[in-house]
């Protein structure tokens, strides 16, 4: 019988076995991360010496939280927590902002991954006879081969094409009457924007589902998407450092992404105080990984914004969701004292039904002051050479901005195809004011 639950029995724990079972895994992964070199002195410190020093879930919060930094001052093997010949995978991040950051995975901590991510997919209604388009890229990045073995496991018929080459892509799509995505947000956006030039139309496509993720965007974003191609879109948030995708995933409802908490505990916190806040209120999101043995990873601050929606689901699923990512701790852009963030800047300029679908904010300064400028890509059929009506449209731009964010920005308008391109994580911010 055709059920909408890849696991139903774990999906819909209740809240106290849901509990109970966070508990015994809390311990299984407090004993491997007592043999890391770098949790062994942390949880010495905080008089965990062995597992039975964890007496409820709530003690999770007596253990100090591991950030960015730790893995870096630890890096190569320093959360380690088995012989390295047990190791049968290493995922790493980008490392362009420093040290990159290791992930290690064991033969178990890789089928437990591919589980989560399987179960993710599968809330969203895809099925066996879905041909999956995997155009995230592969290689260390998690998104890759992440969600490549989570289709797979469900029996789906998967196309490894990895990122990029966007004809191809389009060609793929045709021959093989793809109908599951899964791609960043913007190359989605892109994707449709060059899609004429390329000799195609949304029509020869055979598109139902894009599981969008790996950056941030907005609602708008999302409904955008789902108009141009005619398709749902689903959410996917997840990190590397708590092994990639699978973490939180929106179901066929698309009301909040479930975290599976038999996989991670999930916390909010005050960014400022380190205060856990209530279900409901913004604040840094927390995750510890209860699953992967080779590699623990305890209270990871993830520097992502975003609130635990407090209404049940209904699917049916008892797991908490998440919000949208709100934005990061790291990415607020401070403009002559105002606090900005990216998001409600994406939020604003993808509501307008003239915006395109790629955009810019430049930061720079002009003599002692900061100067926003939002470029954004607008449809062709706007340049009709009737100077008045751009004008009329840049200052709407610009009056809706500021009714959000609070400051005027300048408006660029560009025609399609203008704006950088990615293939992968967009970059939408670029600040060159010096940093003193
Ligand atoms: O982006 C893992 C992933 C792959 C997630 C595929 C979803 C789909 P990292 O490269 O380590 O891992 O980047 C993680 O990207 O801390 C967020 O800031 C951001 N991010 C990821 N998913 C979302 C999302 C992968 N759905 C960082 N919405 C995270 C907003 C997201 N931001």
Redesign the pocket.
């Known amino acids: 019988m055709e059920t909408d639950f890849f696991c139903h029995e774990i999906e819909t724990l209740s809240r106290e076995k849901l509990e109970n079972l966070q508990l015994q895994r809390l311990r299984e992964i407090i004993a491997s991360a007592i043999k890391t070199s770098f949790y062994n002195k942390r949880l010495a410190k905080v008089g965990i010496k062995s597992p039975e020093d964890i007496k409820s879930i709530a003690d999770v919060r007596k253990i100090p939280f591991t950030t960015k930094d730790d893995l870096r001052q630890n890096f190569p093997t320093g959360l380690l927590a088995v012989d390295m010949s047990d190791i049968v995978r290493i995922h790493s ?2 490392g362009t902002t420093g040290i990159p950051t290791v992930i290690y995975f064991t033969k178990d901590d890789l089928n437990s991954w591919t589980e989560l991510v399987a179960r993710s997919i599968y809330a969203t209604g895809a099925r066996k006879g879905d041909i999956f388009q995997n155009m ?1 890229s592969y290689g260390l ?3 890759g081969l ?2 490549h073995y989570g289709a797979e496991r469900i029996g789906m018929t998967v196309i490894p094409v990895g990122g990029g080459n966007t004809k191809r892509q389009l060609q793929l799509m045709k021959d093989f009457k793809t109908t599951v995505l ?1 791609i960043t947000p913007s190359y989605l956006l892109h994707i449709h924007e060059s899609m004429e030039s390329h000799g195609f139309n949304t029509s020869d496509l055979s598109l139902k589902k894009a ?7 907005s609602e708008n974003t999302r409904l955008k998407l789902e108009e141009l191609y005619g398709i749902d879109a689903y ?7 708590l092994s ?2 699978g973490l939180a995933f929106e179901c066929k409802y698309k009301a909040g ?1 479930h975290v599976w908490e038999d996989a991670y505990i999930l916390e909010v916190i005050d960014p400022e105080t380190g205060k856990n806040v209530e279900d409901g209120q913004e604040g840094e999101i927390v995750l510890t990984n209860l699953i992967r043995k080779g590699n623990p990873m305890i209270r990871y601050r ?3 914004l975003a609130y635990v929606l407090t209404d049940s689901c209904k699917c049916g699923r008892t797991h908490r969701r998440l919000s ?2 709100l934005g ?1 701790t790291d990415d607020m852009l401070i403009i002559n004292g105002v606090n900005v963030f990216p998001s409600q800047i994406e939020e604003v300029v993808m509501r307008i039904p003239e915006v395109g679908t790629n955009y810019q904010i430049y930061v720079d300064k002009i003599g002692a002051l900061d100067r926003l400028t939002v470029k954004v890509e607008i449809y062709s059929k706007m340049f009709t050479g009737e100077v008045k009506q751009l004008d009329a449209l840049k200052k709407k731009i610009a009056e809706e901005l500021r009714a959000s964010i609070t400051i005027h920005p300048l408006i660029e308008l560009h025609e399609p195809g203008a704006l950088p391109v990615f293939e992968g ?1 967009a970059k939408r911010v670029v600040d060159v004011r010096p940093s003193f």
């Open positions: 991040s980008s995230m990045f998690t998104g992440g969600l899964h599981f969008i993720g790996a950056e941030p965007h959410n996917s948030y997840g990190l590397s450092e990639g995708p992404m993830t520097r992502d949208r990512i990061r994580k």
